[in-house]
């Protein structure tokens, strides 16, 4: 047993928003890691929306209790016997949950879609709201020791998501124009940055024209106010090429129509639990591709680190928060009209 001084966490007991977070903080041990695992000491974890899903019990699979947090970053103190990607001391960050190696999606290299995927942080696995957290190395990526953790622990599941959606997904090339929803949040604005990075004409849409130069400086170049997420055309009559919408039932069907002929829509967002009415006839009329889009796999996660050492991206945080205030954090994400990332940090 690994025993160590503030093993501190955040336990989700049940699902609701009827009690707290329960902030426990002991000297509890964690087991050594075995196999291929490895055990990391966290130094930041971001608070994603999906946290909010989870929190509501949104997953029929979701097991209770639970650590939350999909988006951790730290530096490796122990690693099991079979352990070959990384050491101790690497800086590493999480990616939503490990890869089995041998399904069809992993022998492809699409390791995100990986068909066995037993270790699903926050929802299967006890996740990064902790100082310490054990993973398969498989759920774990190398970054760079300059990166802050604050920055490192969102990068993947904000810039990584994003590239992989617009890219791998979206087929993005240069010239492009593409459409971002929610584009103030973390995925949205590595959305945009992403795209204008890429040399794409960026449609930028937000709920609050409060968040209007905040995009715009993140290479926007043009903003669309849709306070209640509907919004008419945007763009000259050859409309959109590529749309990543990270808000959902809200502002998609707005996005779907707001796409050219045979235009291409990658949908990551799920902020409400509501159906969106589907008229088929106007997507096959029109040829337009509907993705599901997904979480990075750790060669797209070499691509977004590469991007960003040529030229740093914006990682934008709206605020830190000590660990114990897991419960504030979460609620003032589901508040909305923050600027990027509320993330969590242990405390000394």
């Known amino acids: 047993m690994t025993t160590s001084k503030g093993t501190s966490r955040v336990r989700l007991l049940e699902a609701g928003w009827d009690r707290s977070l329960d902030f426990e903080a002991s ?72 890869a089995c190696g041998e399904c069809a999606a992993c022998r492809a290299g699409e390791t995100s879609l990986c068909e066995a995927a037993a270790w699903v942080l926050g929802i299967l696995a006890d996740g990064g709201y902790a100082r310490r957290l054990v993973a398969p190395e498989s759920a774990l990526y190398r970054v760079p020791a300059g990166l802050a953790a604050t920055q490192a622990a969102v990068l993947h599941c904000t810039f990584g998501t994003a590239y992989r959606d617009l890219v791998t997904l979206g087929g993005l090339r240069g010239g492009m124009r593409v459409l971002v929803t929610g584009a103030n949040g973390g995925v949205g604005g590595a959305g945009v940055q992403i795209a204008k990075r890429l040399g794409a004409e960026v449609v930028a849409v937000l709920r609050d024209a409060r968040h209007a130069d905040y995009v715009r400086s993140l290479g926007a170049d043009h903003v669309v106010i849709a ?16 749309a990543l919408d990270s808000v959902g039932a809200p502002t998609f069907l707005s996005t779907l129509r707001s796409l050219r002929v045979g235009g291409r829509l990658v949908v990551v967002g799920n902020v409400v639990a509501a159906k969106v009415p589907l008229n088929l006839g106007f997507i096959i009329t029109r040829g337009l591709t509907v993705v599901g889009g997904s979480g990075a796999t750790r060669r797209e996660m070499e691509a977004v680190l590469a991007l960003h050492d040529e030229a740093p991206f914006t990682i934008a945080v709206d605020r830190t928060l000590p660990l ?25």
């Open 227 to 242: 306070p209640d997420g509907a919004f008419r055309d945007t763009m000259p009559a050859s409309g959109i090429d590529l």
């Open 27 to 98: 000297s509890e041990p964690l087991p050594a890691p075995t196999g291929v695992e490895v055990l990391v000491e966290v130094g930041a974890c971001g608070v994603c929306h999906r946290d909010l899903l989870d929190r509501e019990g949104r997953f029929p699979f979701q097991r209770f209790p639970i650590t939350p947090g999909h988006e951790a970053a730290g530096v490796v103190v122990a690693v099991g016997p079979d352990v070959r990607d990384v050491k101790v001391g690497d800086h590493v960050a999480t990616m939503h949950r490990d």
């Open 324 to 348: 114990s205030r897991a419960d504030e954090a979460q609620r003032l994400v589901r508040a909305g009209g923050l600027t990027g990332r509320v993330v969590l940090v242990p405390e000394p």
